[in-house]
């Protein structure tokens, strides 16, 4: 059905809102965490199992985007009432529809157990994990079939854009983003409005608005949990940005590896034609945009704003020099908007709110809500979105957790892999663009990785140095050579090569990535080695002078070796070391032949007397 | 000294250069612009008769808007009014020196990175030498490709991997072994492998006279007279 004035939009949306709100539905998260952990058998043993009783019709199945809490997959939420059951598993699907569904009761042995009262918890707005968050952007996530627009309308959407087609002028579109502080949300935080503001200013027939959805950070799937779980948010934000600037045409650039993600924007994309909400004359109103869908082969360098724009060119993906914008000269040297997808998820929320109640939320030079992905040595590994300003403390252990294991936090890395490590010193610190710059590291798209005491801050450096050299395009001198040396000199500390003279030489290399490499993947491809080397010099000297990787992560800085008076010669470690290193008679304490030890680290790990050690 | 002749026309805008006030032709260059008040800077990925591409990052200069300075190439930022440039700050040399000695490090071999070097007083290099024979400029390919009209060569690979070569890394039918490649290389005396290799890019020490590589094993490049072949010119029998 296509709608041809912002009247009928209502209409319809009134229809599906009329539906009956009581009406069991069960929600199965098909995010990428739950994915991975079968969610999709759970889902289909619901359906089978809800038609067996002959219960089809009366109750609702979804599959939805991620919930976030991926740590306890398979996830599913039960409405009306908003239980939330965890790691379910196709055995108890038979229950959760005779008990929950028929008998309305709650299986307690499915429910989410307060780690500290020891108590479950029935309503998924009440456990730790989400009642610390604030989920303006993932929310929806549990509410809505990716699939049915239906759903999102019945959450409310495309009301911001009817708001915008019926009651706005471009102009107080651009000044109500710019009042909300909004700012980029990938990467670079530049302040939306002002982008926005300098596309419309340019004169041209032709503009493009790019949706950049490239996410090439290792560990990082917010974007694709936005995209994959509600996709219409993108695109509606999308087109009101197309409105506001001027634009009739419009891309999204997906990498490849997210095949769902993919199809789920394309989906909604013929859905939204379908409606009348993309396409000639939309809603009746004269403006006209429509979108397609690119795949991008999965670079991290596409992600930067010049290479992703040549790679939609189909020419190779390398950054060009940025001294003509690409608000001037962009994609095929038009004028150009892009945004990230969480940019663009954002922009309903401030038309409909509106930009002062969205102001409200956050720092001084930070607005709005954040999503993270919360990975390394945490407990609650998944996607949470947090008001700008919340201390790294409780995002780590309020949200996340804490660490597992009892070990001690040392480091969070945030950023991405650009991003610098910032010490337990400051664990106290909000979290906004502003004060990760000034810790030395940066809010990048939204990665945060947690390390306990366990790691060593060399090999980190060492690690994301390596993963940026690999990753860089290799166009300009400062960092295809830069790096490349820099990846050697960590190298070589972390094999107790190093010398005094390479801190000054790395500082000399930082200083010049940041300042004449060509785009941002140079510029800021210091900041892991600058991060480690200002937080955690010690370890530097302790690889460099005394040969000792404190950590005991750097193979070549570390010796395996037997305690005698903890070892009761049970010949475990004997039995497992694959180098034939470790002697002993049964019953008698063994030795460890350093000379043959290839520093696997098996014997350390098995030996139930902690009589190996490690030093 | 590379400089620049050009007429300036009409419009000029006022700018700050190394503190003096002075006018240049907005559709100029910075680069451009520099080099007609005669001010030398280094440059090694610009040639005037090529589209600039701004790789080797020799020529940045430190520009200041407001109360922030940064470093930017001049070869292809424009000349604006008000701009405020220093061409020799403190800064400038810093990062001209540290990139080349990481070009040094890469092609030590090139006496045109050497000469260059030294100019910048570059007095140590503290990498191991690794004897390349491509600091991946890209003149030989924009050369190829705007100045001959061929096409034959191209950049492949990401990173510390990327390399020129041509389509499929075969000879390739576009080359018509004009050399110009060779002649616009600043390190191309350690380039050519010989003519054996399918990855040859030019194969003139086969088209020349006398043909180099019928008296050489090892001859390793075939301009004449030869620059750098192991025995140089005069050995020829
Ligand atoms: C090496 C590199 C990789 C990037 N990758 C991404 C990415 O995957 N997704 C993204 O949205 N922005 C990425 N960016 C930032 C973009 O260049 C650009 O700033 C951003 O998409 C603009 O949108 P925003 O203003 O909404 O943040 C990357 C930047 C660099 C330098
Ligand atoms: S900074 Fe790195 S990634 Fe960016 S253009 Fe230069 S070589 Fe390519
Ligand atoms: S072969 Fe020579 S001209 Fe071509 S990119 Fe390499 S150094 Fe530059
Ligand atoms: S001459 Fe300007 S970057 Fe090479």
Redesign the interface.
């Known amino acids: 059905m296509k709608l041809t004035s912002i009247n009928e939009l209502e209409e319809l949306r009134r229809v599906i809102s009329s539906k009956d709100p009581d009406k069991p539905c069960i929600a199965v998260c098909g995010g990428p965490g739950c994915l991975a952990k079968q969610c999709l058998n759970v889902r289909d043993a619901f359906i089978n199992e809800v038609s067996a009783r002959g219960l089809s019709g009366k109750v609702d199945i979804k599959t939805t985007g991620c919930h976030g809490y991926c740590e306890l997959g398979p996830i599913a939420l039960i409405y009306p009432q908003g239980i939330f059951y965890q790691r379910l598993a196709v055995d108890d699907v038979a229950e959760v529809i005779e008990e929950t569904i028929v008998n309305e009761n709650i299986l307690n042995r499915l429910l989410y157990t307060d780690e500290k009262t020891r108590k479950p918890i029935k309503n998924g707005n009440d456990i730790p994990f989400y009642n610390k968050q604030m989920q303006l952007i993932l929310g929806n996530n549990s509410r809505i079939d990716p699939h049915s627009p239906e759903d999102y309308l019945a959450v409310g959407g495309y009301t911001a854009l009817a708001k915008v087609l019926g009651s706005m002028k471009p102009e107080n579109v651009i000044g109500e983003v710019k009042k909300s502080g909004l700012r980029g949300r990938g990467g670079g935080g530049f302040p939306t409005g002002r982008k926005w503001e300098s596309t419309r200013n340019t004169q041209d027939d032709i503009k493009y608005v790019i949706c950049n959805a490239d996410e090439g950070d290792p560990g990082a799937f917010m974007d694709r949990s936005i995209l994959e779980g509600n996709p219409h948010s993108v695109l509606e934000g999308m087109i009101i940005c197309a409105y506001a600037i001027g634009s009739n045409e419009g891309y999204v650039y997906v990498r490849n590896e997210y095949p769902l993600a993919v199809s789920n924007i394309k989906t909604a994309i013929k859905q939204a034609r379908e409606l009348g909400l993309l396409g000639e004359d939309i809603l009746g109103s004269g403006f006209t945009f429509d979108v397609k869908v690119n795949r991008g082969g999965g670079?991290f360098?596409c992600g930067e704003s010049t290479a992703l724009m040549a790679s939609l060119e189909g020419k190779?993906g390398e950054p060009?020099?940025k001294?003509?914008h690409t608000s001037d000269k962009g994609l095929w040297d038009k004028p150009s908007n892009l945004n990230n997808v969480e940019t663009f998820a954002n922009i309903p929320l401030i038309i409909n709110k509106g930009a002062e109640w969205y102001a409200g939320i956050g720092t001084e030079s930070s607005k709005g809500t954040k999503v993270f992905s919360l990975v390394g040595k945490i407990n609650n590994t998944g996607l949470v979105e947090v008001p700008m300003g919340m201390r790294l403390r409780e995002i780590i252990y309020d949200i996340g957790g804490g660490i597992p294991g009892g070990k001690a936090f040392k480091a969070v890395q945030t950023g991405g892999p650009s991003g610098g490590c910032i010490p337990e010193s400051l664990i106290d610190l909000p979290v906004d663009y502003d004060r990760l710059m000034e810790a030395g590291s940066m809010m990048g798209s939204g990665g945060m990785i947690v390390m306990d005491e366990d790691t060593c801050m060399v090999d980190v450096a060492n690690y994301f140095t390596h993963f940026l050299?690999?990753?860089?395009?290799?166009?300009?001198?400062?960092c295809?050579?830069?790096?490349?040396?820099m990846g050697?000199i960590l190298t070589r500390i972390t094999e107790g090569r190093g010398r005094m003279?390479d801190l000054a030489?790395i500082k000399?290399?930082a200083?010049?990535l940041g300042?004449?490499?060509?785009c941002g993947l140079g510029k800021t491809a210091a900041n892991p080695v600058l991060s480690t080397l200002k937080y955690f010099e010690d370890e530097y000297l302790a690889h460099i002078s005394d040969g000792k990787c404190p950590a005991g992560v750097c193979k070549n800085l570390i010796t395996y070796g037997i305690n005698p008076g903890n070892c009761t010669g049970c010949g475990l470690c004997l039995k497992k070391c694959p180098a034939g290193a470790i002697t002993g008679e049964r019953k008698q304490p063994h030795t460890l032949n350093t000379g043959n030890c290839i520093k696997c680290g098996i014997c350390y790990d098995v030996c139930r007397f902690s009589a190996v050690v490690k030093e | 000294m590379p400089g620049n002749t050009q007429k300036p026309n009409g419009n000029m805008v006022t700018f700050l250069l190394n503190g003096a006030e002075v006018q240049a032709d907005p559709n100029w260059s910075l680069l451009e612009a520099i080099q007609f008040y005669g001010i030398d800077i280094p440059t090694l990925c610009h040639n005037e008769g090529l589209t600039p591409y701004g790789v080797c990052r020799l020529c940045v200069v430190e520009i200041e808007n407001g109360t922030r300075a940064k470093l930017v190439i001049s070869c292809m930022h424009p000349v604006t009014g008000g701009l405020k440039v220093r061409t020799h700050s403190n800064r400038v040399i810093k990062t001209r020196k540290m990139i080349m000695e990481l070009l040094i490090a890469r092609c030590p071999g090139s006496k045109k990175l050497q000469d260059m070097a030294s100019r910048l007083e570059l007095k140590e290099v503290r990498f191991e030498p690794l004897n390349d024979d491509c600091i991946l400029c890209g003149l030989c390919v924009r050369m190829c490709d705007e100045q001959m009209a061929a096409r034959a060569i191209g950049f492949a690979g990401r990173g510390a991997d990327r390399y020129i070569t041509t389509p499929f890394d075969i000879n390739s039918e576009e080359c018509r072994k004009c050399g110009a490649c060779m002649y616009i290389c600043p390190v191309c005396e350690l380039r050519c492998q010989g003519p054996q290799a399918e990855t040859t890019l030019c194969s003139g020490c086969i088209n020349t006279e006398p043909v180099c590589a019928q008296n050489f094993d090892d001859a390793m490049c075939f301009m004449v007279p030869c620059l750098s072949c192991v025995k140089g010119p005069d050995d020829v029998k």
């Open positions: 670079a360098i190779p060009r020099a001294y003509i050299q690999e990753e860089s395009c290799g166009k300009c001198v400062p295809r050579e830069g790096l490349f040396q050697g003279e030489l000399d290399l200083g010049m300042d004449a490499s060509l």
